[in-house]
């Protein structure tokens, strides 16, 4: 039953858009500053630096609102900043940058052209260094071993490597939160700690997206606002943080079970889905947003997460707290690659994510169920528990 669950989510993912990934590469100046490059001999993007052979350029240079900078032996022999000449001196477009038989060309767009005029000089070295990436028999960039924890709340996340991965789903049992009575905002009277089960991504390394469930407050019949946060709710944050609307039929209670799905539908667009876990689902909620880094030809990462939340507290060490979450299972995880129809559902085995339990792992209580579909039963605790 499980399987056929999940199946009938993804009859809704068909629609889910191609998103290829080149090699990651990197720009080194001469003066140490580095910056990634986006991809070779396509189009370029919005803030973005792309390499170009010589062949490619002179056929089909970039538009105008760049700078273009000719390199050979590692050297920058030319370079043409013609967005400053057309758009900050109000000059007629001086054109491509001149170049010979040999070397590449560099061209930057947005904060990546800042970049380039502030790092790359006439006459120093400049080094582009291939990044060499571990794949498996699948052609699957792996996982990193282990990522540094992002200081300010306790969660278990489990994140793929950078890929061509186009999405992510799963089915999951929401779990049961409690607050610790002695954490309480003096003011409003409120706990300092909350909860989310969510998924979400990254583009680039620097473009994050959480989208999934939040414990939120609910209004009763009459309109009356909860006192407390006491039920699971959508939400999904980009540079901003969006709710789904405080309606019933787009919110659910602990030990429900609920499919949760994010992908890609178009170039810097993503999907959020959150349904219940049933052939026939009774709630529902699907909202489209812009996701701006999550552009073609930008390796992705993505990821499911548990978390205990602290306010105010992103960046920080985590406050002692007496709150958590438990009986949360996640009952089976896909990850999408590829696009539309062609998309392959693979499962989120143990082979496929890096393992995160932060601030450490005494807080984090994880029961695999059926590893080879990212199955689990994961207990977060402020207090530790091992």
Same mark, same amino acid.
């Given at each position: ?6 199946? &009938? ?23 140490? =500053? ?9 189009? #370029? ?7 170009? /052979? ?28 013609? !967005? ?20 590449? *060309? ?8 800042? @970049? ?33 924890? $992002? ?12 890929? /061509? ?13 409690? %607050?610790?009575? =002695?954490? &309480? ?6 706990? &300092? ?20 469930? /939040? @414990?939120? $407050? ?9 006192? #407390? +946060? ?5 939400? @999904? ?14 919110? @659910?209670?602990?030990?429900?079970? *609920? ?20 052939? #026939?689902?009774?709630?529902?909620? =699907?909202?489209? $947003?812009?996701?701006?880094? %999550?552009?073609?030809?930008? !390796?992705?990462? $993505? ?41 392959? =559902?693979?499962?989120?085995? #143990? ?5 995160? +339990? ?29």
């Amino acid at each position: 039953m499980r399987t056929k669950l999940i199946y &009938l989510l993804f009859l809704v993912l068909l629609s889910a858009a191609s998103a290829n990934s080149q090699g990651v590469a990197e720009v080194v100046a001469a003066n140490g =500053q580095k910056h990634a490059v986006a991809g070779k001999d396509r189009t #370029r993007g919005d803030n973005e630096i792309v390499v170009y /052979t010589l062949d490619r350029y002179r056929k089909d240079p970039p538009f105008k609102n760049g700078v273009d900078v000719y390199v050979v032996g590692g050297k920058v022999e030319a370079i043409q900043d013609r !967005a400053g000449a057309v758009y900050i001196q109000n000059k007629p477009d001086p054109g491509p940058v001149a170049s010979g038989k040999d070397g590449v *060309v560099l061209s930057a767009n947005g904060e990546a052209r800042k @970049w380039v005029v502030a790092n790359i000089k006439v006459g120093e070295a400049v080094a582009i260094n291939e990044t060499i990436t571990a794949k498996n028999a699948a052609g699957e960039v792996i996982p990193a071993a282990s990522i540094p924890c $992002f200081a300010g709340a306790y969660y278990r996340k489990a994140v793929t490597s950078f890929d /061509t991965w186009t999405g992510i789903a799963g089915i999951v049992k929401l779990g049961t939160p409690k %607050f610790d009575e =002695q954490r &309480l905002d003096p003011a409003k009277k409120q706990p &300092l700690d909350n909860f989310s089960v969510y998924m979400g991504g990254n583009a680039g390394g620097n473009y994050e997206v959480d989208a999934g469930l /939040t @414990w939120a $407050f609910t209004t009763d019949a009459s309109g009356k606002l909860s006192e #407390r +946060r006491n039920a699971w709710r959508p939400f @999904w944050r980009t540079k901003t943080w969006n709710n789904a609307p405080n309606h019933a039929e787009y919110t @659910w209670y602990p030990g429900e079970t *609920v499919q949760i799905a994010v992908y890609l539908v178009a170039p810097k667009k993503l999907r959020l889905i959150v349904a219940d876990a049933n052939p #026939r689902p009774k709630k529902m909620f =699907q909202v489209d $947003f812009d996701a701006d880094g %999550f552009a073609p030809n930008v !390796a992705r990462q $993505f990821k499911r997460v548990n978390a205990i939340d602290q306010f105010g507290n992103e960046g920080k060490p985590v406050q002692p707290t007496k709150a958590e979450v438990t009986g949360a299972e996640w009952l089976q995880t896909i990850l999408l690659r590829g696009a539309g129809s062609e998309a392959k =559902q693979i499962p989120m085995d #143990r082979a496929r994510f890096t393992d995160m +339990r932060c601030s450490d792992r005494s807080h984090i209580v994880v029961t695999e169920t059926n590893p080879a579909k990212g199955a689990e039963k994961v207990d977060i605790y402020g207090a530790q528990k091992k």
